[in-house]
């Protein structure tokens, strides 16, 4: 356990549904990240807050979805109309950068499978 | 772009054999390379975080090196056990202007068999 949790754990839902899912970082982490990643593929950088700003996203975060940290602290990711290409497993992770390189901790992961 | 390749992509070994998975990168300027082990359906595990001005990082059983010039790292694994088996993930990290992101290799799937 690395003190990075995700919720929930796996998630079914019909095309053209919402989804939202939900990471607490390790507490006095201010940087948080989200990843996806297919099957057979490594994870995909989604997006990236420090505190509570979002400072960069990736192209392959489509104008479906939308990350917040409203508070600095837990992050939210939303899927809107899903579609069956967004099945995959969503992970978290988050770091200091002041301790250990940055090196970043990931939660277990929600996997999303869409039908 | 940074780009990240993992060799082999499937490896199956006798229990008790030492081993060796390959990570290479096209971009050099990195800050650290970490190295992640994942079991089937789970997250990632830390294994070894290797800062630029580092050459290797040892713990138990494990050592990655680092060459960042030749844009290399190897995860060497001293006697291989069952519980070993997994999927090891390199991946690179370059600073920029907003965050650190990682960049992933697609992982060497590892089987240690009795």
């Known amino acids: 356990d690395t003190g990075v949790s995700q919720n929930p754990r796996h998630k079914i839902t019909k095309r053209g549904q919402n989804v939202t899912f939900r990471c607490d970082p390790i507490s006095e982490h201010n940087r948080l990240y989200w990843y996806r990643q297919t099957l057979g593929q490594g994870p995909e950088f989604l997006t990236y807050f420090q505190n509570e700003a979002q400072l960069e996203k990736s192209r392959l975060l489509s104008d479906r979805f939308s990350a917040e940290r409203p508070k600095g602290s837990f992050s939210t990711l939303e899927i809107q109309r899903t579609e069956q290409g967004d099945s995959a497993m969503y992970l978290c992770?988050?770091?200091?950068?002041?301790?250990?390189?940055?090196?970043?901790?990931f939660g277990p992961g929600t996997r999303l499978t869409v039908l | 772009k940074q780009e990240v390749t993992q060799i082999p992509a499937a490896l199956s070994v006798p229990e008790g054999e030492n081993l060796v998975l390959n990570c290479s990168f096209t971009d050099s300027a990195i800050y650290n390379l970490q190295w992640f082990r994942q079991d089937p359906g789970k997250g990632l595990t830390s294994l070894l975080l290797i800062q630029s001005s580092q050459r290797e990082q040892t713990s138990g059983r494990l050592n990655a090196s680092l060459d960042k010039s030749s844009g290399r790292s190897t995860l060497y694994i001293a006697a291989s056990q069952p519980g070993d088996s997994a999927t090891y993930l390199c991946a690179v990290m370059i600073l920029t202007g907003g965050g650190n992101k990682l960049t992933f290799g697609t992982g060497t799937q590892l089987k240690v068999e009795l």
């Open positions: 992770a988050s770091s200091e950068p002041g301790q250990t390189y940055n090196e970043q901790f």
